[in-house]
């Protein structure tokens, strides 16, 4: 593998011009920096960043490479770096990763990123035959003891707690529907976070389904629209299968709130706001230890408090600006301690 010579200056204003770039498209609201609000209309879509390294890349994903969600979420961040890695996606059968994330590796790419939690066991035999390959692995809290594996997860309770109350500020207490993929990692921490947030001031309990699945569409279609059939009239959910359920939200015109990446896309008009992954606060912190040629040994979380999580809110929905201020609020004390979205 090749080692560069780290850029950390260079690095610095790539973000400073990312982030530049999103206060001027959306207006940030408040100063802790956690919450973007777009105008009506606005480009969602994420601009090429300059390149932070010289180092390859390759991607391994289990669902597509723009699915609005947890795949998406890493390609942007990518594209924030001003990265273009080589993407293998759909791959949510286990055995098809495992070889493409092998294949990169002996074709001698710098680092290969193993988006998926499943692809854990799989990682633990591969990485150990390139020991100078740097393998990216999430989401997930710990690199299985392995030297040249980095881990990366989000505190997407966090996230979960602010679009709660959101939800329960708005809807006057509102019932309100989940639909959850596998009860498992980011997915049952931002349904945690956002149940504790709805319910922080007295609002009922959301009614809570998991599907068992991160790609059945049709299941969470079918699980929203039980939702609604109850009398639901706000929807979340997360994973890369929530496309159904944002269509049963926009069908019967009932606002929903995004988690992993932005999802105004899905339905301008009804997507309140989304919690954001900017998997780039993290990644930049690897590749300035890659370069460096430390090629793993860490596991790393993006939060509210180092930018990695963003409330990105709907400027087409026209959400109250009580709400919103309130929301900068709610950040404010997850971020300093006062409130435990957990």
Partial sequence: MNIHR?????????????????????????DSGATATSECGTDTSVAMGDSVTDLTFALVAPSA????????????????????????DGTFIVEEAAAAIRGYAEEGVDVVIAHGTQYGGSLAEIAPDFPDTSFIWGTATDTQGLDNVF??????????YVNGWIAAEMTDGAAMGVVGPVEAGDAV??????????????APAPSVVYTGSFSDVALATETAQAHVDNGAQVLTGTSQSTVGAVNVAAANDIPWFGTQSNQEAWSTDLV?????????????????????????????????????LVIEINGCYGLDDSVVDGAEGIIAEIIDGTIDPT
């Fill in 272 to 308: 309140v706001a989304s919690q954001v992954y900017h998997w780039d606060v993290v990644l930049d912190d690897m590749i300035e230890s890659i370069e460096g040629g430390t090629l793993g040994g860490e596991a790393m979380a993006i939060t509210l408090q180092n930018g990695g």
């Fill in 65 to 88: 490479k723009d699915d609005l969600a947890f795949t998406q979420s890493m390609v942007d961040s990518l594209t924030r770096l001003g990265i273009e890695p080589q993407i293998t």
């Fill in 151 to 160: 881990a990366y997860y989000p505190e997407a309770d966090q996230g979960g």
């Fill in 189 to 202: 921490a931002y349904v945690n976070g956002f149940i504790a947030g709805a319910t922080a001031n007295g």
């Fill in 6 to 30: 780290p850029h950390r200056l260079r690095r610095l204003f790539a973000l400073l011009f990312a982030t530049a770039l999103v206060a001027a498209a959306c207006g940030s609201d408040g």
